[in-house]
């Protein structure tokens, strides 16, 4: 998106460099939110999968978990990209924070009862 932009000059590449010079279009700043948004709670997500795997606690129910978490950051995707609707999306990111608690949970259960 930014390299069409730049090219049909809609926006300036100097922006760029330091992104306090000029302003993005409204369109161009939603999809770059939403970047950025994906290199933050996720991670816990990355980190959770990681760490289940590694001490051997991969269970159906972490497994449906990680599951439901993705299909949920999918929907929170599609709410945030289309209608941009800021309570639904809202309430999407809550549950996918409730399910990642959840996943967190059920490990430290797991690890606290094989210790």
């Known amino acids: 998106m930014r390299f069409g932009a730049v090219s049909r000059r809609e926006m ?9 010079e000029g302003e993005e279009p409204p369109h ?3 999809v770059t939110r939403h ?3 994906l290199f933050e709670m996720p991670v816990l997500f990355y980190v959770i999968v990681i760490l289940t795997y590694l001490t051997d ?4 129910w972490m497994v449906g978990c990680a599951w439901a978490y993705v ?3 999918y929907v929170h995707s599609w ?4 209608s941009n609707d800021v309570l639904m999306r809202f309430r999407v ?8 608690a959840i996943m ?4 430290l259960v797991q690890l606290v009862r094989a210790g």
């Open 12 to 20: 300036d590449p100097r922006f760029y460099r330091t992104y306090d």
């Open 28 to 30: 161009m700043r939603v």
């Open 35 to 37: 970047f950025i948004n």
């Open 57 to 60: 606690h991969v269970t159906y």
């Open 71 to 73: 299909a949920i950051r």
């Open 79 to 82: 709410v945030h990209l289309g």
């Open 93 to 100: 990111y809550g549950a996918s924070g409730v399910v990642l």
């Open 104 to 107: 967190w949970t059920t490990l």
